[in-house]
Protein backbone atom coordinates (compact mmCIF):
# COMPACT_ATOMS: atom_id res chain seq x y z
CA UNK A 1 0.00 0.00 0.00
CA UNK A 2 3.01 2.20 0.93
CA UNK A 3 4.11 1.99 -2.31
CA UNK A 4 0.51 2.73 -4.18
CA UNK A 5 0.48 6.10 -2.33
CA UNK A 6 4.31 7.11 -3.13
CA UNK A 7 3.32 6.17 -6.67
CA UNK A 8 0.19 8.29 -6.53
CA UNK A 9 2.08 11.05 -4.97
CA UNK A 10 4.73 11.05 -7.82
CA UNK A 11 1.84 10.46 -11.02
CA UNK A 12 0.08 13.72 -9.00
CA UNK A 13 3.76 15.84 -8.83
CA UNK A 14 4.71 14.78 -13.09
CA UNK A 15 1.38 15.49 -13.98
CA UNK A 16 1.20 18.54 -12.14
CA UNK A 17 4.53 19.63 -13.55
CA UNK A 18 4.59 18.86 -16.96
CA UNK A 19 1.06 20.59 -16.87
CA UNK A 20 3.12 24.10 -16.67
CA UNK A 21 5.14 23.12 -19.26
CA UNK A 22 2.18 23.48 -22.04
CA UNK A 23 2.69 26.66 -22.94
CA UNK A 24 1.68 27.17 -26.49
CA UNK A 25 -0.16 30.62 -27.72
CA UNK A 26 -1.67 30.38 -30.72
CA UNK A 27 -2.35 34.08 -32.23
CA UNK A 28 -4.83 34.52 -35.48
CA UNK A 29 -3.35 38.09 -36.58
CA UNK A 30 -4.09 38.94 -40.09
CA UNK A 31 -2.03 41.10 -41.10
CA UNK A 32 -0.39 40.66 -44.12
CA UNK A 33 3.03 40.84 -44.38
CA UNK A 34 4.63 42.56 -47.27
CA UNK A 35 8.03 42.36 -49.14
CA UNK A 36 9.09 45.01 -50.92
CA UNK A 37 12.08 44.87 -52.92
CA UNK A 38 14.98 47.18 -53.07
CA UNK A 39 15.08 49.24 -55.37
CA UNK A 40 17.97 48.61 -57.74
CA UNK A 41 20.74 51.31 -57.83
CA UNK A 42 21.96 53.16 -60.73
CA UNK A 43 25.39 54.47 -60.72
CA UNK A 44 24.75 57.69 -63.29
CA UNK A 45 23.22 60.55 -62.69
CA UNK A 46 21.73 63.75 -65.06
CA UNK A 47 21.42 67.13 -64.64
CA UNK A 48 21.06 70.66 -66.73
CA UNK A 49 19.49 73.77 -66.65
CA UNK A 50 15.35 74.88 -67.76
CA UNK A 51 14.93 78.04 -68.97
CA UNK A 52 11.42 79.23 -70.20
CA UNK A 53 9.56 81.66 -72.37
CA UNK A 54 7.49 83.91 -70.45
CA UNK A 55 5.48 84.91 -73.58
CA UNK A 56 5.16 81.10 -75.38
CA UNK A 57 5.72 79.04 -72.01
CA UNK A 58 8.11 77.13 -74.10
CA UNK A 59 10.64 75.70 -71.83
CA UNK A 60 13.56 74.20 -73.21
CA UNK A 61 16.36 71.72 -70.99
CA UNK A 62 20.19 72.98 -71.70
CA UNK A 63 23.33 71.90 -70.20
CA UNK A 64 24.31 75.19 -69.20
CA UNK A 65 22.21 77.92 -68.71
CA UNK A 66 20.91 79.60 -71.76
CA UNK A 67 19.89 83.27 -71.46
CA UNK A 68 19.20 83.81 -75.07
CA UNK A 69 15.86 86.22 -76.19
CA UNK A 70 12.95 86.40 -73.58
CA UNK A 71 14.17 83.23 -71.94
CA UNK A 72 14.24 83.32 -67.97
CA UNK A 73 15.29 80.13 -65.62
CA UNK A 74 12.73 77.85 -64.53
CA UNK A 75 12.88 77.73 -60.52
CA UNK A 76 10.75 75.69 -58.69
CA UNK A 77 10.02 72.77 -61.07
CA UNK A 78 9.74 69.80 -60.33
CA UNK A 79 11.89 67.01 -62.81
CA UNK A 80 11.31 63.37 -62.68
CA UNK A 81 12.50 60.36 -64.35
CA UNK A 82 9.89 58.44 -66.03
CA UNK A 83 10.10 54.82 -64.92
CA UNK A 84 12.10 55.73 -61.63
CA UNK A 85 9.74 58.31 -59.94
CA UNK A 86 12.68 60.07 -58.90
CA UNK A 87 12.20 63.84 -58.56
CA UNK A 88 14.19 66.93 -57.54
CA UNK A 89 13.16 70.70 -57.78
CA UNK A 90 15.09 73.57 -59.71
CA UNK A 91 16.91 76.05 -57.77
CA UNK A 92 16.74 79.74 -58.79
CA UNK A 93 18.75 79.65 -61.60
CA UNK A 94 16.67 76.26 -63.09
CA UNK A 95 19.68 73.94 -62.03
CA UNK A 96 18.41 70.67 -61.19
CA UNK A 97 20.68 66.89 -60.35
CA UNK A 98 19.39 63.74 -60.26
CA UNK A 99 21.71 60.44 -59.52
CA UNK A 100 20.72 57.30 -59.69
CA UNK A 101 19.82 56.97 -63.02
CA UNK A 102 20.41 54.72 -65.53
CA UNK A 103 23.43 55.11 -67.93
CA UNK A 104 22.70 56.10 -71.44
CA UNK A 105 18.89 57.84 -72.45
CA UNK A 106 16.29 58.51 -70.05
CA UNK A 107 13.03 60.38 -70.36
CA UNK A 108 12.56 62.97 -68.23
CA UNK A 109 8.93 65.01 -67.00
CA UNK A 110 9.10 68.56 -65.89
CA UNK A 111 5.90 70.16 -64.20
CA UNK A 112 5.39 73.54 -62.89
CA UNK A 113 2.70 74.69 -60.90
CA UNK A 114 1.80 77.80 -63.33
CA UNK A 115 3.84 77.24 -66.48
CA UNK A 116 3.54 74.78 -69.43
CA UNK A 117 0.82 72.37 -69.74
CA UNK A 118 -0.58 70.49 -66.21
CA UNK A 119 0.06 67.15 -67.20
CA UNK A 120 4.00 68.03 -68.00
CA UNK A 121 6.41 68.50 -70.86
CA UNK A 122 8.57 65.66 -71.31
CA UNK A 123 12.70 65.33 -72.34
CA UNK A 124 14.83 63.37 -73.17
CA UNK A 125 18.20 62.70 -71.65
CA UNK A 126 21.37 61.13 -70.66
CA UNK A 127 22.49 59.43 -67.85
CA UNK A 128 26.11 59.94 -67.53
Known sequence: MKKKGLLLVGLVLAVALLAGCDTRVLLDLEIPIVVEPTPPR????????????P???????????????????????????????KSVRTDHDGYFYIHGVPYGRIELKVQHSWIGPRTGVYFTANGR
Open 42 to 53: YPAETWGYLSYD
Open 55 to 85: YTEHIRLDSKPYHGGRYRPLNNAVVTVVGLG
